[in-house]
């Protein structure tokens, strides 16, 4: 059965610093999401995306944060300078064409991002 | 706006016995999905099953059911014969009909699961 992956699974990085959360979604999905998980809290939204445009995006996305599909396959989430409370479980889900509601998200494994 | 409340943080079942996870939940769509994932200690979240808000039967996917009451807003999971590989944390969420096709999925607080041998 076809999977959304993510690379890479662990991401150390130092306050400040860039990181780029990459992820391959199913491929005849068009519909792409990232969520965040602080650890032992709720999942939350952080943005959509659709036709190479975000289509929503959550008060967590801040400047800070953009997301790319470079090149029709990857989808990367892009933490320009990261802060202590940006470390979290990061996923990336996508879901198939129709987009419904009724339609779920299948989700990629995560990457566990320690800013330090 | 949706909201989705899990009011069980922690909850414990014998093996084999059933257990109810518990959710409920208010949105202002007039059509809606519900659904339900499974994240066990390894981190990946695994979807279990999906509920309509216009479907006439609750659903049922191998040991998972879902115990859907419109009327009360609540859409609680039952799973039968549980194991101890059912230990894990478990999200109700639900996407709504209004705001466009790339409408997120909104999540509860999640209850943790814990089957004893």
């Known amino acids: 059965e076809p999977e959304v992956t993510q690379t890479p699974s662990h991401q150390v990085t130092q306050m400040g610093q860039e990181v780029i959360l990459r992820c391959v979604p199913i491929?005849?999905?068009?519909?792409f999401y990232w969520y965040r998980q602080i650890l032992g809290q709720k999942v939350e939204f952080l943005v959509s995306?659709?036709?190479?445009?975000?289509?929503?995006k959550s008060e967590i996305f801040d400047d800070q944060f953009s997301v790319e599909r470079p090149d029709g396959s990857n989808f990367t989430l892009k933490i320009r300078s990261t802060k202590l409370e940006d470390s979290a479980m990061y996923f990336c889900?996508?879901?198939?064409?129709?987009?419904?509601?009724?339609?779920?998200?299948?989700f990629g494994n995560g990457t566990r991002l320690t800013v330090t | 706006a949706q909201k989705i409340t899990q009011t069980q943080p922690g909850m414990f079942v014998q093996e084999k016995e059933a257990v109810t996870l518990d959710c409920t939940y208010d949105t202002s769509d007039p059509s809606y999905g519900l659904f339900w994932y499974k994240q066990p200690s390894s981190g990946e979240m695994i979807f279990l099953i999906y509920?309509?808000?216009?479907?006439?039967q609750n659903a049922t996917e191998g040991r998972y059911s879902l115990n859907f009451q419109k009327a009360r807003k609540s859409a609680n999971l039952v799973i039968s014969a549980s194991q101890l590989g059912d230990s894990a944390m478990y999200f109700c969420a639900m996407r709504g009909s209004l705001g466009g096709s790339a409408r997120q999925l909104t999540f509860g607080s999640g209850t943790q699961l814990t089957v004893l041998p």
């Open positions: 995306f659709y036709n190479n445009e975000i289509s929503e």
């Open positions: 889900a996508s879901i198939n064409t129709d987009g419904t509601y009724n339609s779920p998200l299948h």
């Open positions: 509920q309509g808000s216009y479907d006439q």
């Open positions: 491929s005849n999905h068009l519909y």
